[in-house]
């Protein structure tokens, strides 16, 4: 899937993020008849462009993590789209990139937990899954635990909350590439942070960052079942090498067609077995004021 | 760029996928022309024996636990081409008054052929040593971030005969490790007098117990439900109470809460 969005840059000019996204279901869920419960939705507006991805933990206890996933990636949409017009302000400066980041963070927990009452209201549990609650003594958004990693560009400000695993990969155009939120310890590749726990906010990682000192040739969000395939250790320097090689050399539509594959492969047997799911962002190229379209032509 | 064949950039070509083995104790790295990073492959899951070779263990006990080990390998190997997720790497370490690596490197388990144990005599059964080494091989750095949560298997046929406070001292090591405290930990007690609460303490759950063999014969069959237990808990969306309470006949509710704890902080 492919999407495009216009976002104002400092030069005058305006710059277009593509978005463009793959979720392909695990080779074990499909073995054990489980579905795809990794999510993903993106934005483009005035403001600039929003994306979300979110992996539900697909564990028994948490039996309705696919729509919380899908809530998530709704809610982070709707949420981070509000902060994209603020931030395309052109006073905005580093502190209130960081509070929007923080901002974004809180809104989405509290829309989401939100979220999940509502589809409580019109889908009760049913007395078997019930009786999961019961045991675990679980409380009602349990079952909806998952993680949810979010991207807003918009003017010259990238700004990202991630809780629990999963990937956010900045990438600048000569390769090298860095986390734009911060790691967390916990995240052993055994356990994750969730949206579902009693104090998620806490646990929420956000980054600002100023596009126009930290230029990028792409930004990559991935949910676990990505990076668990990575045959490299750490996979990050030899993925952002190559996206940035391949930034400069193919079109969107390559990408288009491509990215989906790479989720395949990720999900496949011969990789993680688990749901994978690819988030994209590319930079265009400039566009001058009166909207002439400069880029190529793919 | 990665790896020396040149994957890109290029026109497309096919975009064939190929698998390349490096040997053994390497992974099976899957290339793909036109993906970026250095290729995929499955999740790797470390299954470390700790096999005593006391002095106890001579004779048929050595024996049997060397035919047992050879039998239970195949049915872990055929798991891991049947199911979707794994890479099997095994690791053995052999011990007695002192611990040492018996397989060092971890091994595809596809392609290793086991190497019999052999007993020392007089060789004491100081287990917190072993723990120790184990230890070592979890440690952060040591085992791939990716990697599944671990198995050790420890098999025993007598009582621990660590100096005062050594036992606990050498699984205090192991569990102060991410990966050593999640690990799957199973212990199969050669004849009624090798249970003991240490064992229970090296599992570290009530509702996983300690499987025993009462006579040679039986070490195959507990390795089995070894292997089973180490296979059926790593699928994805396993209910893994349920796998526990059907192999070792705990009630699931029980045995959900130990293995359900890897879903959230």
Redesign the interface.
């Known amino acids: 899937m492919t999407t495009d969005s216009t976002t104002d840059s400092t030069t005058g000019k305006v710059a277009t993020w593509q978005v463009i996204t793959g979720s392909a279901r ?7 008849g ?1 579905p795809n419960q990794d999510a993903v939705a993106s934005q483009d507006g005035p403001g600039g462009v929003v994306v979300a991805i979110a992996d539900g ?6 039996f309705r993590s696919a729509d919380g996933a899908a809530l998530a990636v709704d809610v982070a949409c709707r949420v981070a789209s509000q902060a994209a017009a603020g931030l395309a302000a052109d006073a905005t400066e580093d502190e209130e990139a960081e509070r929007a980041g923080q901002e974004l963070a809180r809104a989405t927990v509290a829309d989401w937990r939100s979220a999940v009452a509502g589809q409580l209201e019109v889908r009760p549990y049913t007395a078997g899954e019930q009786s999961i609650l019961d ?2 003594a679980d409380t009602p958004v ?1 079952p909806y ?1 998952s993680t949810l990693l979010v991207a807003v560009i918009a003017a010259r400000w990238l700004v990202c909350a991630q809780i629990g695993d999963g990937d956010m990969l900045a990438v600048r155009p000569d390769g090298s590439s860095f986390a734009p939120v911060a790691g967390d310890d ?1 995240l ?7 949206l ?2 009693p104090d998620a906010l806490a ?1 929420f990682r956000t980054g600002a960052h100023d596009l126009r000192q930290v230029p990028l040739a792409a930004l990559l969000l991935a949910t676990d079942g990505y ?7 750490p ?1 990050q320097p ?6 940035a ?2 930034a400069a ?2 079109d969107r539509h390559w990408f288009g067609q ?1 990215v989906p ?2 989720a395949e ?2 999900a ?7 749901d994978a799911t690819i988030a994209l962002l590319l930079p265009g190229a400039g566009q001058d004021s009166a909207g002439r379209d400069a880029e190529e032509g793919g | 760029m990665t790896g020396p064949d040149s994957r890109w950039p290029g026109p497309p070509a096919g975009d064939k996928a190929k698998t390349r083995v490096d040997g053994p104790g390497t992974t099976q790295v899957t290339p793909y022309a036109r993906m970026p990073g250095g290729g995929i492959s499955r999740r790797p899951l470390h299954f470390i024996i700790l096999a005593d070779c006391s002095g106890g263990m001579k004779g048929e006990k050595i024996q049997a636990l060397n035919f047992a080990i050879a039998d239970m390998l195949p049915h872990l190997a055929a798991w891991e081409r049947d199911q979707e997720q794994a890479q099997v790497f095994i690791r053995a370490i052999a011990f007695a008054t002192e611990p040492w690596w018996h397989i060092a490197e971890p091994q595809p388990v596809a392609q290793l052929g086991w190497k019999p144990l052999q007993p020392v005599p007089k060789g004491l059964t100081n287990m917190g040593p072993a723990f120790a080494l184990a230890a070592q091989a979890l440690a952060p750095g040591r085992i791939e971030r990716r990697a599944l949560r671990p198995a050790l298997l420890l098999i025993t046929d007598g009582l621990a005969t660590d100096p005062p406070g050594g036992f606990e001292a050498g699984l205090s090591i192991l569990m102060a490790q991410p990966a050593g405290k999640a690990a799957l930990r199973l212990a199969i007690a050669i004849g009624r007098d090798a249970q003991s609460a240490a064992l229970d303490r090296f599992i570290g759950d009530p509702g996983v117990p300690v499987l025993v063999a009462d006579s040679t014969e039986d070490i195959a069959d507990r390795l089995v439900a070894v292997s089973l237990a180490v296979s059926r808990m790593s699928e994805a969306g396993a209910d893994r109470g349920a796998v526990a309470g059907r192999l070792f006949g705990v009630p699931g509710d029980v045995a959900s809460k130990i293995f359900d704890q890897d879903t959230i902080v």
């Open positions: 695990g080779a074990a869920h499909r073995a054990s489980l933990h697909g564990h028994v206890r948490h045991r675990s349990i635990g916990r052993d590749g055994r356990r994750t942070t969730s579902c726990q646990s990076g668990n395939a990575q045959a490299d250790e996979w030899s993925v952002g090498r190559d996206l090689e391949l050399c193919r491509e594959g790479w492969r990720c496949s047997a011969e990789g993680s077995g688990d």
